[in-house]
């Protein structure tokens, strides 16, 4: 399958579930892209503390509204000063952004960010399926 079908499907290498990441809807610049891998990279280690991770979660959840910083602070329970640090390394790699509203800084989770990181990991999904089975069949 293709990378612009309205969906993609990988079974798992165990062939115990199927995941399917839908791509049709979102607007053309969150479609699957050709990312760099060392942008990936970089936001996939931004995500991989698991108090940024839930931090994005809380974002993400929020909607394209997003929610102030007080808020994200009460949610998730850490100093103010934790929280900065961790806001600033999600913002540093595009995957949240800030705006001031006079006295209250609203965070958001950058969707088309979110999707471009998706599509670059399932973008090739199970490519090499017919490769590695022929290679078990013989």
Known sequence: MSADAASERCRLPNN???VEIAFDGLPAMAQPTSMKVEEAAKQLEALGNPTRLELYRVLVRAGHGGLPVNQVQERLGIPASTLSHHLQRLVQNGLVSQERQATTLI???????MAALLGFLANECCADEACSTSNQAA
């Open 107 to 113: 965070c958001r989770a950058e969707y088309p960010a």
């Open 16 to 18: 115990s579930a199927i």
